[in-house]
């Protein structure tokens, strides 16, 4: 009789190579660290971090080994995104009316700062003369779709475009474009200095929205990763800048509920790759949300 066949399960062996690039990426050594404008972040005035958490950035730059693995789920959209990205800048570097240099790498070093600001534009354009930005970025769409009705575009991505303007005194203005990675839902934004204030501010084209202020301020960044710096330097964990929930024993869960009212998670340490270990150190449970009384 002839044996059963046996097909291999390819998405268990695509998980696997996800899981074994993830572990040779940490085994690779590194030395020194610069600063991303992805993780750029600010203290606003009420105490509140927007953007990246410096304790993760901390682990991050320490090579501290990761103690969350990321789902299968999470992986094949970040690839998602990447296809997205490629294709779309292949579609718009044909287009004769701009000329756009894809993946557009720089390094500038700040006055206070000791580490470089490294970034990789997703496109630097030229048009009418002008040089500007542009930045892709890919959402579900209905986390995309309450972003535009919020009146978007998200602030850590603001903050993202603000080191490059203030970083390259050539570009004139940056376009913020998103996409729906599920329906094709799109958004754009441009971002750019009032000519008689000096100001930088954002503008929706699509869906049209008016010109509004942007009140974040480059300095303000560069003082958080001079912060990170110090801490690298004194090997000092820096404080939680965001609040999770924890279960009964301790653990990091995304929602609780007590007297009708739920409490949630920050989604910077849902998505953290140092959630449990971060939470396992002293003063979780001072930090941890309160659920009241």
């Known amino acids: 009789m002839e044996p059963r066949a046996q097909p291999p399960k390819f998405l268990e062996l695509l998980d696997e190579a996800y899981i074994q690039e993830d572990k040779k990426r940490e085994e690779t050594p590194r030395v020194g660290y610069n600063h991303n404008p992805s993780s750029a972040s600010i203290v606003q ?22 103690s969350d693995a990321r789902d299968l789920t999470s992986r094949l959209q970040a690839d998602f995104g990447n296809g997205i990205h490629d294709r779309l800048q292949e579609k718009l570097g044909k287009n004769s009316k701009i000329r756009l240099l894809s993946e557009n790498p720089g390094k500038v070093l700040v006055d206070s700062l000791t580490h470089e600001i490294s970034f990789r534009l997703d496109g630097l354009v030229t048009h009418k003369g002008e040089q500007g ?5 890919t959402m579900q769409s209905f986390g995309l779709q309450r972003m535009v009705k919020e009146g978007g ?17 050539n570009l004139r203005w940056a376009a913020l474009i998103y996409f729906g990675r599920d329906n094709a839902y799109r958004a754009e934004y441009h971002v750019y200095k009032d000519p008689e204030t000096q100001q930088y501010v954002l503008k929706g084209i699509t ?38 929930v924890l279960d009964k024993e301790g ?3 995304a929602k609780r509920t007590k007297n009708g009212i739920d409490f949630k998670t920050s989604y910077q340490c849902s998505y953290c790759s140092w959630q449990a270990k971060c939470w396992a150190e002293p003063g979780a449970e001072e930090d941890a949300v309160k659920l009241g009384r």
């Open 45 to 66: 005035d009420d105490g509140t971090v927007v953007g990246a958490c410096l304790r993760s950035l901390y682990y991050k730059v320490t090579q501290e080994p990761s």
């Open 133 to 137: 930005c542009l930045e892709i970025k």
């Open 153 to 169: 575009p998200k602030p850590a991505h603001i903050l993202q475009i603000l080191c490059y303007l203030a970083t390259n005194e």
């Open 207 to 244: 869906p049209n929205q008016p010109e509004k202020a942007i009140n974040y301020s480059f300095d303000k960044i560069v003082s958080r990763w001079k912060e990170l710096e110090v801490a690298v330097e004194k090997k000092e964990l820096p404080r939680r800048d965001f609040k999770a």
């Open 251 to 253: 653990k990091v869960t």
